[in-house]
Structure formats: structure tokens, C-alpha cells
């Protein structure tokens, strides 16, 4: 599409200056309308180098108040930055609610510069573009407002450009390397910009090519694109969005009341098998660590089913090093403003590390469903949502070990009433844990729904029967092991 | 994300029937609320040869009343058809506001079979992507619920079931060499099958693969999909939907007050002149016919510009088998009940033809939008939906010819008052005449945007001065000859 598009006509001086004046007044109060209406949006400034993308976004922001916008500047990823999945640092620079977010090179930039410089092959660069399709998706569905500009200039006053930069002492540094092998390489850039921009146009989050040659101009084009596409998303709110179909890969899993829980293990037995199991787990974190293999591991499972103490044992075997535990409450008010999954994007491991989630993510499809903390439509399509999610990981090479820990309803009642009677117990057990008891059969119709449907050949969930707690500990880390075996293989 | 699929587990006997007894009566429900929300409901049945489609959509329908769907079996083109833009028989196919219609095999099909063949070049390929995309885009954000299904089956159970019907005498002459062919190369329509649903799949109109190895199961899938997409399409009434940038280039036009209205032929240089001019588009029109090459003329214009006269001229210099004028009114009940280009795409000429519109889908930017016949979002939108049309008709190789015939106000009021004065024209104005009239100052507006975003390279408007109507007549004359003589070079 940007080589068949022809830039309007730029309008006279005066026009300018007041349809500028006039988008800058508006978008004055628009910001006041996002954050009433809670509408977070993001705004992503790709294109040329030196076709002043950074002047442009200086010049917007003018009109909003400090508060409700953030810059964020993508330059080289820093080495924390590499050891995450791509969309990790673009996940991260989300906004809340009600805020702007300005991207000075989104991911558009990243792929095309790698596929210009041929570090991509054809099957990398299109399993880059279902990622950033699905990313966007997952952003637009769940509220946000994505607007993505790319910054045309010829290659002609490209080449001016740079070349005023470089001339004066005080410019010259702006002017790196690859700015100018793009402008060497013009009509190949051309190429990966157009087939990107035609592949990821949708109508979402479509692309507005910008005409950059001269700056004034290029500022309104982005203003009022700006200004009428926050006039439209604030029409919109409370839109529901298709269910997709999962078309990941599912492994059939059994419905939670016809899981036994009669397996036990003696104290001997226990103990013996324990300390040798842990001292292998130990021996593969350091191959792991080695070989860069991030481990992502999931504790799902019912009120005092036994999941910290199973946690423990993982943990025990570990380097401190190497790994994290994330115990998972109700989301901040910084979290909740934004994407249900950020919060777990920004706790990702780095490559070689171990990140254990003492609840996680499904609590989209249990409590928040259960307690109406989100939309119908909003838990029905996190089902998709996650399994993309884990793919995302999962296509970066990480290992993922999800445990539901399951015990039955008399169980519970035992545990409950136990620490309820024994003092350096009871800090263990609040009103909130016999409340949710009385929704067992709805938890356990929620719990069902998400086996079936997120367990999947990537990601595959595993039934701990934990009645018999060290039958359950024992169980957690020949999985693990297991798991590990297989990647390291 | 064919080849990534995995089936879910097909549900035991007695949960399949109880689910699809339950999903018929949904639908049932559901058919009552899609008429009383006007909602119009596209369903794309796609897939492989034998996979059970035409069974799927005769189970469906059980449970809709006969008046409210429509199927369409998309055979062999007729030969009317192949001088049609390939989009055309699609567009003629799609459901009035509150109807189904059942495709058995749409657009996918065709697109697939032709890439399968090798009969489409690359470059080929991805514009037909790029048309069916705008095509289903311009669907959905005007109100229609598009779901498309593709029926999967394995290469061992599609020989299979071919086998039992060649078998059989009633059943043989269901089975095509094209099925044949299709069993033969599997793996590559496979490949072909995968990268069209990856390179369609958006959010607006998502795919379903639906695994069609049991027909009963095939037909739960898609009963219970088709349930839930109408049930969020009814949640999303009145949705507003982004502007897409005008990617098309743009020629710039004048403003109308800018026009000189001051050209004036003599009485008999008229007559030499448009003697000569009609015989040579005469010539012309056999050339073209030959050549196969279809024409649309547009004209626009002012109440009491000379419309009529001009295309009078036009047409007595045809040959009347070869063109058609289409004079375009209010639409009808069912024309209104449909997508606004509905009934222009149906009256595309064949080509060889010359089609004359006597007023047109610009309709949608001038009366529509100031009579509020439409909302604001939905004729902002229309500038580039006509663009895109027309990009469809002159990549199908039309010749496409625009004219706004513009008057001055008191030349208008003239004339007005010379037909309510001479009573064989008093036919020819209306109380409506003298309302537009009071709204020319509006309708300028409208005119002169109209004018600047969608005079594209492809499809230009021209301006014909027509205070001297006979003027008017030879420019047009030229204006015509000229554009047909470029095709024909």
C-alpha cells in the first residue's frame, strides 16, 4: 500500500495554522473524554529514518497534560530486553486506562529491519506477523485504542536530509550507521515496508501513512488522524468481540470428578525419593541455565489443596539465582488499569531462568469469572487469548508446566477447620476462603471448562492429587524433571 | 493455522444430541431477534470436496423459517458471470438486513482453486487477497455479520467417501475430476488451504475450522458457532467504525467556485461537431466491444444542469444492444435493505458494455449525507468504500468516467422557472427541486469534498461547464472518446 499511495495536497500556510490550532484545541479535550471514559491509547510512530518522527510527537504532546502520557523510545534492546520474548518490551510500555502511550519506532521498525537485513527467513517473518497480529488483536479486543502512523519521505530528501544532520557538529551524532545504509537501500526498504503495512493493516488497527516532507504538515495529518480516531473509539465502548476459535493444538484432559484421589506415598519412601529427586532438578537448573532455556511453571488449584508447601520443594532444589516465585493477589490499581496479562508480561523470566506463578493468568477464567470482575465476553475470550499467550512463550523456547492441585470438598474442610483451630495456622485461613467453599460446584464447572480448553500440546496442564500432599510433591517434580529432560534433549 | 489444528473430542452420542437439539432451538430464537435488529447474516461454507457441506447447511436451515434464508451454490461461473468482476456474483449474493444467506462455497473457493492450479501469478494472488479483504471489511463495518467456516477432512476420509460415491449410481455423478484431482494433491492444496485462511483471518470475519470427519458433529460445530457470533453481533448495534486513510492516488481538483462557467459553442458548430464526435464514439463502441473492454460512465450533477440531454448524446452515438443507462432513484424497500453499493454492483455492465448512471453511489456523500439518510461515521467511511469500488472496477480492466455538470445558482433558478412556466416540462420539477435548491449551499460543501477524495488516477471526475449546455455535450463527447481511445491503445 505505501507504494500506490500519492500524498494530498499540502494546504496553504494559513490553512495549516489553523486546522493546527484547531486539532491541538481538540485534542485538548479529548485527553479529559479518554480519562473519563477509561480509554487507554496507544500510538505508534513508525517510518523512515529522519523523517522526523521524533519532532512530530514533540509537537502533539504539547497539547496534553503531562500526566496522562508517556514517550517511549525504542532504541537498541538492552540485554534484559533480549533475554524476553519480542513483544515483551512492547507489552511492557502498554498504558493504563485513560493514558497515551507514544512509541518512537513500535514493532514495525524491528521486524522490517530484520527482514532488510535478511536475518529473518520467510517462515520467522511470517510467524513474526501472526504474533504482532494477534498482539494488536488482543490490545484492540480488550479495550484499547491502537493507531499506528508510518512517516513517508523519498528517498531524495531523505538523503538531504542526513546530510544536513551530519554537517553540523551538533547533529551529526543523529545520523547512525543504519540511517544511512537505509537510504543506500531505499527501494529495499520500500519493499519490506509495503508488504508489512499491507500484511498487518486491519481494520482494528489499521495504518495511516503520514506525508513527512515537511514537518508542520506531518504533524497535522497525525493530529487529526489522532483526534478522529479517539472521537470514534469513544462511541464504542462496551463492544463485544467475536469468540475466535482455538486452533491450538489440545490435549484431552479428564473432568476434575474423575480424577482418584486415593494415592499415597509412606514417610520413607517420601523422604528418600524426595532428596534425590531435588538433587537432579538441581543438577538440570544449571544445564538449563546454560543452554538459556527459560521455565515457566503455574500453580493453579484449590484453597489449601497444598499448593505453597509443593512450591517449597521446587524451590528448595533451585539456585536462588535462577529463579522467582510470584505469588499472584488481586491485581494493583496500576495492574488492573491495564490488559488482564500485562502484569504476568512484565514478570516474565529472562532466558535460563525459572518463574513459578502461585496463581496466575486463569484467574481470568475463574474468580474474575465467577465474581463478575469481568464481561461474559471478556473470560469466553481469554480461553484464545491465553492459549496465544503461552504460544507467544512457547515459540521463544520457553518450558511451561502448568499444575492444577486437586483435592475434594471434604478435604478442605478438614484443612480449613484445622487451621481455623490451631493458632500459628489461623493467618492461613480468612473469611474469603469459606466464601469461596460455597461456590466449590461453580468453581469446579469454571475449572473443567479451562482443562479442556487450555490444555495444550505446548502448554498441557497436569492434575496433582494432592489429598496425600507428599504424594502430590513427589509427583510436581518427576513433571518437572521430565519436562526439563525433554527440552534439554 | 490449518496445518497447526488439531480437532477437539467430538462429544459422546447422547451429549451431541442433547447439544443440537439445543443449538436448533437457539437458532430458532435467534432468527426472530436477527429480523427484529435487521441484522443481515453471511455464512461462507467452505472446505474440501466431499467433506459434507451441502449436508451441514441442509441441517441448519431446519430451524429457520424458509422467508428469512437464502443458499447460494456457487457452481461453474455462467458466462454472464465471467464478464463480471470476480467479486460481482458474491456481492449480487449477499442477504437483505434481518436474512441469512448460506454460501456453499464463496469467495475462498475460487481464490483457492485458481492458486491451487497454478493459474495465479504471485503478485496476482495477494491483490485478490487484498480485494476480498476490503470486500468482507466493507461488509462488516456496514452492519453484516460474516462467518466463514472451513470443512476439514483427511486425505484417507475424503478417498473414502469419494470411493462410496462413485460406487453408487445415484451418487456417482457427485464426484467431479476436480475432486479427484483434489484427493490426488492433497498436501498441496493443503499448503494452499492454510496460507489463504492465515492470510484471511481477521477480526472482523475470523475463521472456523470445523472438523467435518462426522456429519453430525460437523454440523453441532457449526450451529453452535453461528449461535454465538449472532449473539454478539446483536450486542454491537450502532457500532462506529475507524476511517481508513484514502490510500488511492489522488488527482486534485478545482474547487467549484473556482470553475469559470463563461464556454460557449455556436448553434452550428455544434451541430458539425457533434455530428463528427457521435460517429466517431460510434466507431469506438465496436472496438471496445471487441476488445471486451467495459465502460461506466458517472454522471452527477445539479438539479437542472443537463444531465439528461448530455447522456442523450452520448447514447444515440451507441449501439443499443451494447449499453444501458440506469437511472438512479431513492432505493427500493430491498435495494435500502442492503449494503448501499448492493445495487450498483449488480448493474455493472458486462464487458464489451457501456453502463451510463444517471446519478450514482455518490449518492452516499451528498443526499444521504445531508438528508441524514445514514450516519456521519457511515458516509466519512463512504469516500474511501468509493474508492475502493471503483479500484475493484478498473482492476477488472472498466473504463471508468466521471462528470459533475455544474450550473451557477441563478442559471438554475432560470430554468426552474422556464419548467414551472412551460407546460410540457412542468413534469420535470418537483417541490423537492425547489427544497434541494435551498440547500445549495450545503450541498456545495458536500460536492466539493466528494470532488477533492475520490477523483482518483483510475477513476477521475471531470467538471463539464453547462451553462451552454451544447458546451457541455461536445466536452463530454471528447471527454469519452478521449479516455476510450487511451484504453484501446
Known amino acids: 500500500m505505501l507504494k500506490e499511495w500519492i500524498a494530498e495536497e499540502k494546504p496553504q500556510a494559513k490553512e495549516l495554522k489553523e486546522r493546527l490550532d484547531a486539532a491541538h484545541e481538540k485534542l485538548a479535550v479529548l485527553q479529559m473524554k479518554i480519562k473519563e471514559h477509561k480509554l487507554p491509547v496507544v500510538v505508534l510512530i513508525e ?14 504532546i504539547r497539547s496534553i497534560d503531562p500526566r496522562f502520557f508517556k514517550v517511549a523510545s525504542m532504541a537498541e534492546k538492552a540485554e534484559e530486553e533480549q533475554r524476553r520474548p519480542f513483544l515483551y518490551r512492547y507489552f511492557a510500555q502498554i498504558p493504563e486506562a485513560g493514558k497515551f502511550v507514544f512509541l518512537d519506532n513500535g514493532w514495525a521498525d524491528e521486524i522490517c529491519e530484520l527482514k ?9 517473518y511470517h510467524s513474526r506477523i501472526d504474533s504482532i497480529k494477534r498482539f494488536e488483536r488482543q490490545l484492540t479486543d480488550n479495550g484499547y485504542l491502537v493507531l499506528k502512523f508510518f512517516f513517508q519521505i523519498s528517498r531524495k530528501e531523505q538523503k538531504k536530509r542526513l546530510g544536513e544532520l551530519e554537517e553540523k557538529k551538533d547533529t551529526a551524532w ?29 481494520a482494528g488497527a489499521p495504518w495511516y501513512i503520514v506525508d513527512a516532507e515537511e514537518k508542520k504538515w506531518a504533524q497535522l495529518q497525525v493530529l487529526e488522524t489522532l483526534c478522529s480516531g ?22 484431552k484432559m479428564p473432568r ?31 544445564r538449563l541455565y546454560r543452554k538459556k532455556i527459560p521455565v515457566i511453571i503455574v500453580y493453579e488449584g484449590w484453597d489449601a489443596a497444598g499448593k505453597g508447601g509443593n512450591i517449597k520443594r521446587i524451590a528448595e532444589a533451585l539456585d536462588p539465582r535462577g529463579y522467582e516465585v510470584h505469588p499472584i493477589a488481586s491485581p494493583e490499581p496500576h495492574e488492573k488499569a491495564r490488559h488482564y496479562l500485562w502484569r504476568f508480561w512484565t514478570r516474565l523470566p529472562k532466558t535460563g531462568h525459572i518463574a513459578i506463578f ?95 480448553k487450555t490444555s495444550t500440546t505446548y502448554a498441557p496442564w497436569h492434575i496433582l492429587e494432592s489429598v496425600d500432599k507428599r504424594y502430590a510433591r513427589i509427583e510436581a517434580l518427576k513433571i518437572v524433571i521430565r519436562a526439563l529432560e525433554e527440552a534439554l534433549d
Chains 1, 2 share one sequence.
Open 47 to 60: 517510518g523512515w529514518g529522519a523523517a522526523g518522527k521524533g519532532s512530530a510527537i514533540g509537537s502533539i
Open 116 to 124: 532488510a537485513q535478511g536475518e529473518l527467513s520467510r517462515e520467522e
Open 174 to 202: 543523529r545520523v547512525s550507521d543504519r540511517d544511512r545504509w537505509q537510504n543506500k537501500h531505499y527501494d529495499k526498504y520500500l519493499e519490506v515496508f509495503d508488504r508489512y503495512l499491507r500484511d498487518t493493516n486491519v
Open 230 to 251: 479517539i472521537d470514534i473509539a469513544l462511541q464504542n465502548e462496551s463492544l463485544a468481540v467475536p469468540l475466535l476459535q482455538n486452533v491450538f493444538p489440545l490435549v
Open 256 to 286: 476434575l470428578d474423575e480424577v482418584s484421589l486415593d494415592k499415597k506415598i509412606g514417610e520413607d519412601t517420601y523422604k528418600e525419593e524426595l532428596k534425590q529427586l531435588q538433587s537432579k532438578l538441581s543438577a538440570l537448573h544449571y
Open 358 to 452: 502461585d496463581r496466575s493468568w486463569y484467574g481470568r477464567v475463574m474468580v474474575e469469572r465467577l465474581e463478575g470482575f469481568c464481561s461474559t465476553n471478556d473470560w469466553q475470550r481469554a480461553y484464545n487469548e491465553i492459549n496465544e499467550f503461552e504460544k507467544e512463550l512457547s515459540q521463544w523456547g520457553a518450558v511451561i508446566i502448568k499444575f492444577w492441585v486437586q483435592i475434594d470438598k471434604d478435604t478442605q474442610l478438614e484443612r480449613f477447620t484445622d487451621r481455623q483451630n490451631t493458632p500459628e495456622k489461623q493467618w492461613k485461613i480468612t473469611e474469603e476462603d469459606w466464601r469461596n467453599r460455597e461456590k466449590w460446584d461453580d468453581y469446579e464447572v469454571a475449572v473443567n471448562e479451562m482443562l479442556q
